[in-house]
């Protein structure tokens, strides 16, 4: 029924094809494919390397000078491929390589959260009457001007150390960062149901759910699939920040931002320490954005002459 | 009963990691220049003058009223503006650990049990405004320190004295405290109400120091306290700076344990550790001037000062008196039976524990509970050899005889701030040792905020948790006290004795040991006491803490007191 009015339809079905078209969206295709391969492989890999993230290695460690490695390179070796972390001498392959589940499955989360939320708020507002919207929209005002990181770390710190810390970073990354989506869905629906199809349904006795479902949602995906591929980036790094501060999953389990937070005291002797979980968040939120911003060419041609 | 507080690897996480970056380019630029000023030789009758800068964390917003004061031996900054009693002496090694006569004549006289104690002050004590020191005035000290406004300082005068449990400070309706005796002014007497041996040694705290009746402002007292040392306060703001000059009353003639040789000191507050260490890393300007009285080297600095000798010449290290051990509820099952606290006894891996201090020159392992700093009340055993890493073929033996031939799963609680002493790392590192030995730890991590109230609290204590402890002054009594005396296990909060630990013929000995007046004797009872308890394994030793710090180029005369495990700055030059 869309289809004369809505462009995006269209592309819709060969979105994949389009991105494998571009040399940059099929790159970054390859990379984050790379990266959630990795993660759920992590057992098969650290096997093959014939070590696991929590075993310490005390006799790798030269006690003396501070707890380092002993060997250059930060302990580099064919055992070791990465090398080991300072005063533990636990193998920093295999705790890379089992951190990224931990960053994946987070900024996985809590995206989906945002998502949830976003939509729903945000169609609300775009489709109820003036009341409502004004209600909701000045309530995701609200939520927006909320200073993300406090109130994170606040929340963070009063639930009971006992909850499962991965669930909970999901839930406050969801709960305090939904409101972006949510005024990206409201304004796009706005525009929508002004068109000439949702007139129609609204004139043959279609329910507001049902005009949600069958008339806007489908205009929504080119917007809300382009925001939200950008906002997996934003949570994984917002993941790592709060691991940094030391309020992220609990030891042993590891995670790239409590390497890093651990790495900070370590650059000026053992930089390949910091090094290594620098860089592979660095690709990482890389490969994410870059398929984000692919998308969003490939969903809305009319944006590439910007 | 003062739990050691985390000095260690002190990171406010971004901003810190922003400051160590700048504090790193200072470091790198100035490297060269720092090493040239190392000019003439100590020398104690010369080394008056010039301005010391003191960079310390502590924002002391409670200010230094000496009764609110909780030190160990009058403290580093106390005890330039307050003589005690009885203070340590002011000497590099084992003999800081000694205490020596400071307004008094003598370490005190005491009675055939040791529950009279009597004192004579030295003539000629003056205060910084002119007037005469008396033993009335040390008594007014010690009264106040009994007040609900003044709460804060150690705990054993309220036990120790005659009246002290009901005795509500000088303020109220009933002001004096008939248990100090002051028959004239240079006299003052002591009246216990049991045998303490150790009490020249409470009367180093600053709770001893005199204060004038007349000067008391109460709760404001500790903005411009009156001095009775070799300095006073020109200038205190609270977590910012304070500022001493010299009191021209003080007279060395009656002070043979300050050498006060600077002209002025300068105390910046509320530094963070990394900001501290590059400045006294780097000694740039007025920073070769500089030393700090609560800051340990961190990793980056000692391991760099392996490969740099300037930097490592310019390291002292000490010890504080401290043990971090792991914590049974021996009235808890399994913990109950002595065969499986044996096995974790022999599971356990110092050297992983020692690395996560950041390596040998911070944190030295440990099998009995009194550290050797702690002096002649150290005894050496080692009833289950653990070895270096943890022996866990011993442990699964010892389990499969107490009946848990499959293994064991318990909880192990800990404080979720890494830069505590009984943090993260320590409880990483005793996970992985103990799954060796069958032993599967899960992790309870307590809030940073509620600790010590969730530990020390006999219905909330966890059955198992790392712990920490310290001496209030090196001696065996404040360290095997609180922990093993069935009488201190306190109902609620506040209880020490985690293994909740109730034998009546060891408190009879703790009872004979008290009345021990000869130090050396009392100690060697002490370690035998510590000897006898180990057997029982109602705690894992696991390391003590080695302090090592940083000092500006230009500072003479630096070391750090056995005491206390901190620079003497009493005896500091930079002249």
């Given at each position: ?306 | ?321 401290d043990t971090t051990y792991l914590a049974f509820d021996t009235?808890?099952?399994?913990f109950?039976?002595q065969?499986v606290r044996e096995?974790f006894s022999?599971?356990v ?17 440990l099998t009995t509970y009194t550290p ?9 055993y080692d009833y289950f050899?653990a ?35 009984v ?7 005793l ?24 530990v ?7 059955a198992l948790s790392l712990f920490s402890w ?9 360290f095997l006290?609180p922990i093993f ?11 020490f004795n985690l293994a909740q630990y ?27 006491l510590d000897a006898q308890l180990g057997k029982l394994a109602l705690t894992v030793p696991l390391y003590t ?31």
């Amino acid at each position: 029924m869309s289809n004369a009015t809505a462009p995006v339809d269209e592309a819709q079905p060969t979105l994949r094809a389009r991105l494998w078209a571009r040399p940059g969206g099929r790159i970054a295709l390859i990379v984050v494919g790379l990266i959630i391969l990795i993660a759920i492989l992590a057992p098969v890999l650290t096997a093959l390397e014939g070590q696991d993230p929590n075993t310490y290695h005390d006799g790798l460690l030269n006690s003396a000078t501070g707890g380092g490695p002993n060997a250059p390179f930060g302990g580099i070796s064919t055992a070791h491929w990465l090398g080991i972390e300072p005063t533990t001498g636990r193998d920093v392959f295999a705790r890379l390589v089992y951190g990224a589940r931990i960053s994946l499955l987070v900024a996985g989360g809590a995206t989906l959260g945002q998502l949830l939320i976003g939509l729903l708020v945000g169609l609300a507002a775009g489709l109820g009457n003036r009341w409502a919207d004004a209600l909701l929209s000045r309530f995701t005002d609200l939520v927006l001007s909320f200073p993300y990181l406090f109130l994170s770390i606040a929340l963070l710190a009063i639930v009971p150390q006992s909850f499962p810390r991965p669930a909970l970073l999901c839930i406050i990354l969801a709960g305090l960062y939904w409101a972006p989506t949510a005024r990206i869905v409201r304004a796009e629906t706005f525009v929508l149901r002004e068109r000439e199809f949702v007139a129609a349904a609204r004139l043959y006795g279609a329910s507001t759910w049902r005009i949600a479902r069958k008339e806007i949602l489908p205009g929504l995906v080119a917007p809300v699939v382009t925001f939200t591929a950008l906002m997996v980036p934003t949570n994984m790094v917002a993941e790592a920040g709060l691991s940094f501060l030391g309020l992220g999953v609990q030891p042993p389990t590891p995670s790239w931002g409590q390497m890093l937070s651990t790495a900070t005291t370590w650059f000026q002797i053992d930089p390949e320490y910091v090094l290594v979980p620098a860089l592979t968040l660095l690709v990482c939120v890389l490969a994410f954005t870059a398929l984000g911003e692919e998308i969003r060419r490939a969903v809305d041609p009319k944006g590439l002459a910007r | 009963m003062e739990i050691p507080v985390p000095r260690r690897r002190i990171k406010l996480a971004a901003l810190t990691s922003a400051l160590l970056l700048v504090g790193g380019l200072a470091a790198a630029c100035g490297g060269s220049s720092s090493s040239s000023s190392s000019s003439a030789a100590f020398d104690a009758a010369t080394c008056q003058g010039g301005t010391l800068d003191v960079l310390d964390q502590t924002t002391e917003n409670t200010g230094l009223d000496p009764a609110v004061l909780y030190t160990s031996g009058g403290g580093a900054i106390p005890r330039l503006l307050f003589r005690t009693l009885t203070t340590r002496d002011s000497v590099a090694g084992a003999n800081g650990r000694t205490v020596v006569p400071d307004l008094a004549t003598d370490t005190g006289e005491p009675s055939a049990n040791a529950t009279v104690w009597t004192y004579h002050l030295k003539s000629g004590l003056k205060y910084a405004d002119g007037q005469a020191i008396t033993s009335a005035d040390i008594k007014y000290g010690v009264e106040r320190s009994f007040s609900s406004v003044l709460a804060g300082g150690p705990p054993y005068l309220r036990d120790w004295l005659v009246g002290g449990a009901t005795y509500q400070g000088p303020y109220g309706s009933n002001p004096d405290l008939a248990s100090i005796e002051t028959p004239n002014a240079t006299t003052i007497v002591f009246h216990l109400r049991k045998s303490e041996g150790d009490f020249p040694f409470l009367a180093a705290e600053t709770q001893f120091a005199p204060v004038p009746k007349a000067s008391d402002t109460g709760k404001n007292y500790n903005a411009d306290p009156v001095s009775s040392g070799p300095y006073t306060i020109q200038t205190f703001t609270k977590g910012k700076e304070l500022l001493l000059t010299r009191n021209t009353y003080w007279s060395k003639s009656t002070d043979s344990e300050r050498l006060a040789c600077p002209d002025k000191i300068d105390i910046s507050l509320g530094l963070s550790q990394t900001v501290i260490d590059q400045r006294l890393a780097s000694s740039i300007g007025q920073d070769a001037n500089a030393i700090t009285t609560d800051t340990d080297v961190d990793t980056a600095t000692l391991a760099k000062s392996a490969s740099q000798p300037a930097l490592k010449s310019r390291l002292t290290s000490g010890n504080f008196p401290d043990t971090t051990y792991l914590a049974f509820d021996t009235k808890t099952a399994p913990f109950d039976n002595q065969l499986v606290r044996e096995a974790f006894s022999y599971a356990v891996d110092r050297t992983a524990l020692i690395n996560a201090q950041g390596g040998s020159q911070l944190a030295t392992p440990l099998t009995t509970y009194t550290p050797p700093s702690i002096g002649a009340a150290y005894h050496a055993y080692d009833y289950f050899p653990a070895g270096a890493t943890g022996n866990a073929a011993k442990a699964k033996q010892l389990l499969a005889q107490a009946g848990y031939a499959n293994g064991l799963t318990v909880t192990l609680a800990y404080d979720n701030n890494g830069q505590s002493y009984v943090g993260p790392a320590n409880a990483s590192a005793l996970q992985q040792a103990l799954a060796k030995a069958g032993i599967t730890l899960k992790l309870d991590p307590i809030d940073d905020s509620n600790w010590d109230a969730v530990v020390t609290n006999t219905k909330t204590e966890p059955a198992l948790s790392l712990f920490s402890w310290g001496a209030d002054w090196p001696s065996g009594a404040p360290f095997l006290t609180p922990i093993f005396d069935g009488r201190d296990i306190v109902q609620g909060g506040g209880n020490f004795n985690l293994a909740q630990y109730d034998d009546p013929a060891v408190e009879k000995q703790i009872d004979q040991i008290n009345q021990i007046t000869d130090f050396t004797k009392a100690q060697q009872a002490w370690g035998d006491l510590d000897a006898q308890l180990g057997k029982l394994a109602l705690t894992v030793p696991l390391y003590t803490t080695n302090d090592v710090v940083l000092h500006g180029s230009n500072v003479k005369n630096t070391y750090v007191d056995q005491w206390r495990g901190w620079y003497d700055i009493s005896s500091v030059s930079v002249k």
